[in-house]
């Protein structure tokens, strides 16, 4: 079975190899994109197909010379060696073979809001964008502001690959912590929820104008003081869903429609997602639930200086490296623990 699937491993990407170096396919930009998007997702099992030849091939010859020259202790050692990288490769063969999320290339619009603890919730769903918008960075993506206000913030992460991260920080987020305006030193525990949507493209999200309710008034700033003296902002209302998306950043009315129909179409696409794999797959409301406190997929612990991931049962004792945006280790984890996870529903 292994064998017929290491095979498979190699055919494929020789095949893609050669597509890549056809004339012909480098002459249709179509071609050429979707056989070198397939090569790179193939490339790390052709390189664990190519590691089980060689690791197949020293076993062979560790049994050959255990053989023709009996029991040797080094011969041996060899052999079992090789037998247990042998075992090895084939789960990772496995994993690395698992269908991908069809969304994991796509671009994020990441929705983060306070859930409980009031104003302190405010204040970690800021701590929380600055976290995220330095993982982007780091990852080499490009951090787009959408919406930022009242405790709210609404962002863009760009880049290949970018759902593929950041997916695993959708859901609730709960700190523990001793707030700057808490004179007896007290540590409270509030929450802010984290939702991860693909961004669709006009394409994949058709929105039918006469569906939508579309508003203009003035950008107000705080205590509702106008910023603006023209009707710049914008609140688009998806009639047949309820949904609405408000936008007040921009001075221009034209950037902020804009800005609030990509948010709207990403919108329209989760759910669309979420419809059509219920069983499965986890819908926005689910991804961010109430904001309660039990509802925490992560925990931030300030005292301890520790982060506990609740969904793999991870704890690291990094706080501060992790609030600069390395959470390379935790992301690892849960695409490790996806992987398996789909693998056993395959």
Known sequence: MMEELVSQVEERFAELERELSDPEVIGDRERY?????????LEPAARLAAEYRRVAD????????????????EVRDMLESARERLEALEEEIRLAMVERDPNDDKNVIVEIRPGTGGDEAALWAGDLYRMLSRYAERRGFKV????????????????????????YEAGTHRVQRVPETESQGRIHTSTATVAVLPEADEVEVGIDP???????????????QSV?????AVRITHKPTGIVVSMQDEKSQLQNRERALRVLRARLYERALAEQRASIDATRAAQVGTGERAEKIRTYNYGERRVKDHRVNVLLH??????MGELDELTAALQDDEKRRRLQHA
Do not use: M, W
């Not at 930022?148 to 760009?158: E, L, P, Q, R, S």
């Not at 006469?210 to 509702?224: A, C, F, K, T, W």
């Open 58 to 73: 020293d076993l062979e010859g560790a049994r050959e010379l255990l053989a023709e020259h009996g029991d040797d202790a």
């Open 210 to 224: 006469s569906e939508l309710q579309i508003d203009v008034y003035r950008s107000s700033g705080p205590g509702g």
């Open 144 to 167: 787009e502001p959408l919406a930022i206000g009242d405790g709210t913030y609404t962002f863009a992460v760009k880049g290949d690959g970018a759902y593929s991260v950041f997916k």
């Open 318 to 323: 990094n706080l501060d490296a992790i609030l």
């Open 33 to 41: 994109t979707a056989a070198g998007k397939a090569y790179r997702e």
């Open 228 to 232: 603006n003296t023209t009707d710049s």
